[in-house]
T-cell receptor, first 116, second 110 residues
């Protein structure tokens, strides 16, 4: 079946502009995660959605970052007034259940964001 | 000090060698994951474990909860195993986030 998809695959934007990144999780997966990977660095957790519960936003680095998800479908990550330090690969992952339930994550291919 | 430490940072092996990658963590966890990141950037989940040992093909993952340590072993390594291997832990309690190691870059030469 189809895996996690993300769009766009690459995005180049000017400093100060807003960007919106999209994630389509695997159908039926209730949990959805956004991560960031800066060049040469490890993955960083950004935000977690589980069904219709309030999202866990504890990883968002600033109030310029926000994310939405309607039900168990598509999620969008929005970065306002982009800065050069926002340049990174943004990865989305989905899971059939919350991790504590013992389910693995399935990663999308990522969106490479470059802020010039 | 990072909450998740991996060693070695880089590893070069000859085809056929037995590979071990180590992960130590400093927080209480509910689960530990081993991920594989291919040169093109795609990430695949290899294992999720909270105790004991799991095996999938040539890959074996072990975890010692008391020692807060996990190892990923690759038997009969092959050039296609070349990738970055990432250890990630989900903290215990009500945490939903994941804490990631910096990764181990493995190169297997033919």
């Amino acid at each position: 079946g189809a895996g996690v998809s993300q769009s766009p695959s690459n995005k180049v934007t000017e400093k100060g502009k807003d960007v919106e990144l999209r994630c389509d999780p695997i159908s039926g997966h209730t949990a959805l995660y956004w991560y960031r990977q800066r060049l040469g660095q490890g993955l960083e957790f950004l935000i977690y959605f589980q069904g219709n519960s309030a999202p866990d936003k504890s990883g968002l680095p600033s109030d310029r970052f926000s994310a939405e998800r309607t039900g168990e479908s598509v999620s969008t990550l929005t970065i306002q007034r982009t800065q050069q330090e926002d340049s990174a690969v943004y990865l989305c992952a989905s899971s059939p259940r919350q991790l504590a339930g013992g389910y693995e994550q399935y990663f999308g291919p990522g969106t490479r964001l470059t802020v010039t | 000090k990072n909450e998740v430490e991996q060693s070695p940072q880089n590893l070069t092996a000859q085809e056929g060698e037995f590979i071990t990658i180590n992960c130590s963590y400093s927080v209480g966890i509910s689960a530990l994951h081993w991920l594989q990141q291919h040169p093109g950037g795609g990430i695949v989940s290899l294992f999720m474990l909270s105790s004991g040992k799991k095996k999938h093909g040539r890959l074996i993952a072990t975890i010692n909860i008391q020692e807060k340590h996990s190892s990923l072993h690759i038997t009969a390594s092959h050039p296609r195993d070349s990738a970055v291997y990432i250890c990630a832990v989900r903290p215990g309690g009500n945490n939903n986030d994941m804490r990631f190691g910096a990764g181990t870059r493995l190169t297997v030469k033919p």
